[in-house]
């Protein structure tokens, strides 16, 4: 499973849209995009930790998103 995989199945679990996670975290929308369609499959930590932020995540589950 990817990064973008994991990231999809938070935002359904938590019912967010994905623009809505790129605005709140201060992201571009495409980037995120890209992101959750498995287009970019290696974000840096820096954006996948802005997303875990936004999706309240553990350093632990920040951990197993990035694995």
Do not use: C, F, Q, W
């Not at 875990?52 to 350093?59: F, G, H």
């Amino acid at each position: 499973m990817t990064v973008g995989d994991k990231i999809k199945e938070l935002l359904k679990k938590k019912n967010i849209k994905p623009y809505l996670l790129a605005d709140i975290a201060g992201l571009d929308r495409s980037n995120v995009y890209d992101i959750i369609n498995n287009k970019n499959t290696k974000p840096s930590i820096h954006v996948v930790s802005k997303l875990a932020d936004v999706l309240e995540l553990s350093n632990e589950e920040l951990g197993k998103l990035i694995r």
